[in-house]
Structures are given as C-alpha cells and as structure tokens.
C-alpha cells in the first residue's frame, strides 16, 4: 500500500517529525495508530467524512485510510560512495512508494547543521544527487546481465533500452519521475531494478515557527523544488502540538497562523501525490475509507475489501457523500433518488458512500 519514505541530512528535523507522526492520535482522537517496526509508522489519513457518517450511521468505530511512514536513516552525503553506512538505506527506501525529503529552515544555532550552514538548496541538492547517484549505480550494474538477457530472450530488448535511456537521464542529472515520460522510457520495464527516483518526491521545509505566516519566505522554498509539493511547518511545534489536549492544541496551532497541523497536510498532500483517493463504508460498525487508485472501476473497488467481493461483484449501490449529507439520512438519500445502482464499468469517485452486492 502507500508508504512515504522520509530522508533527509542529519540534524534536520526527521525523528522529530517522525515521533510527532506516529503519536498523532491526540489531535485526531479517531485515527489509531500503530508501530510495525521502530522505524515504520502508520497513520490514518485524516478524513472529517468518517465523524459525520459515523454520527449519521452509529458507527461504533472508524476506520481512516492507513498511510505508512518509514524513517529512513543514513542517506548522507556521499553514501553512494560508501560514507556513513554507505548504501544501507537502500534497504529501507525500496519498497517507499513516494520519498518525503525533510529540509531544514530553522535557525536555531543551538542545533549544528552537518555542512555547517543553513542552505536548502544545497541541502535538497546533496540529497538529490545521493539519490540520482544510487539509481545510477543500480542500472549500471544491471545493464551488462540485462545485456546478456537480451541475447537469448528477444524480449529483454526493450528492457536494455529503457535501462540504456535511464542511464542517460540519470547522467544528466534528471530524476527518471521528472524526466521518463519526456524521454520516452516506459518506467514499468524498468521496475525490476527498484529505482529511486521514479518515484514522487514531496518535500517538508522544516522552518522556525515565526516564518510560518511569511508568504515570501515559504514561496521562495517552494519554488525550488516546484512541480513536486512543498509542505511548511516548525516539527518541534508538531510534536508539542500533539501532546496538548485539543483546544489548547487548536489555540497553539491558530496562534502560528496556520488552519490545519503539518503532519496532517503531509498525510493528505502524501496520499493525493500517488494518485490514490477513497471510497467510504458506513455501518452501525464502523465508518471506513478504502483507498483505490484515481480511474479504479467499482469491481476493483470491491476487491480492495476481498477479492471475493470483486470476483462475485454484482453492482454496487452508491451516494455522493455530499447528497447523502444533505439528505440526513440513507432512506431520506433513497426517496430523493440520490442512490444509484452501479456496474461494472463504473469509475469510482471520492467520497462515493457504497454498499457492494455480490454472489458468494
Ligand atoms: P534528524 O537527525 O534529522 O532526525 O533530526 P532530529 O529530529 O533528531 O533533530 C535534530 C535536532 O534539531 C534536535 O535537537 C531537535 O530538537 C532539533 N529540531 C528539530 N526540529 C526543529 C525545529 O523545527 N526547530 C528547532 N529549533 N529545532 C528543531
């Protein structure tokens, strides 16, 4: 499912952030959390649909859509060239599914910056190369067995040239997410090899609580790194944040000007980067998201909670979750006519409330 790899330097903020994401359950009482590993957290996508279907349907839980964290030590510079633990991260960052770069902003002379200046540019750009570098390596190492596949298996061919492409792109300087499709290099031959930067990269500028509120600042950040998302907090108030009971949690985060936590626009701007929304069940149960990817056809949909449920998929009997509030009530959504029945070649939308008829 979806994971956001965080990296970053050293001493700018990860762990900080990181503790603050996995003990997010203050701030949202209903999302449950849970640790896998030491380094791997997931948390529940923040969705104010479930607490209002949960009312209308005396739900007795609420189920968020997971999104998983993991903490990615040891990408310093010069890994590829075996510094630090060299390409041990590797390991770690593989199966990420996007990779959130934290990039230090704050002041504070108080923490050392390991380059001993404070530069988010550089910062990004160590990072990047680190990462460009790793790929570089991979499919250089790849390329001579790809080589000899292709003599035996005609098939394989395409493989080399995409990998050929790559290394060209690489080379330039150009991550395979940024500049594939442009090239022509179709990344799915290609996905054997676990490259890096084919996948998204979001970027975190970790900055000192009084530049929260300078538009001029965060826009100057967010232009080095545009297309790709930029999200702006101060991780020491995160991680105070949800240590305090609600309403003081809402008068600190009002104070620093800022309408929703960080680590909540990090999860939802995480989650929409990968092309991923949510369809919604509601029971006197629980009220549950379920992720599918943007286009998924409601029998995909269906197969999200068991693939009996897809492979048996009959139709499915959907409301708007907009309709159905402003119904209040599911009889009150049926007698307005707001209750479709769907098939199987329906394309599934956010925040489509569903019920799924299927065989057994
Ligand atoms: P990591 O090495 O990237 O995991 O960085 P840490 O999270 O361990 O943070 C390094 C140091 O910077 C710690 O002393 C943190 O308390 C401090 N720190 C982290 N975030 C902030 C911040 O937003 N502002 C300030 N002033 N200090 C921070």
Redesign the pocket.
Known sequence: SLTIGIV???????????NALTKNDVLAANYPFATIEPNVGVVGLPDERLDKLAAMFGSEKIVPAPVSFV?IAGLVRGASKGQGRGNAFLANIRDATAICQ?VRA???P??LHVDGKISPSDDIETINTELLLADLQTVEKALPRLQKEAKLKKERAAVVAAAEAALALLNEGTTLYAGAAKAGIDVALLAELHLLTTKPFLYVF???EAELGNADFLDELRALVAPAEAIFM????ESELIELPEDEARELLESTGQTEPGLQQLIRVGFNTLGLQTYLTAGPKESRAWTVPVGATAPEAAGVIHSDFQRGFIKAEIVGFDDLMAAGSMAAAKAAGKVRMEGKDYIMKDGDVVEFRFNV
Do not use: E, R, Y
């Open positions: 970053g330097l050293p001493n700018v903020g990860k762990s900080t952030l990181f903490d934290v704050f002041s504070d108080n923490v970790n900055v000192d101060d991780a020491k108030i």
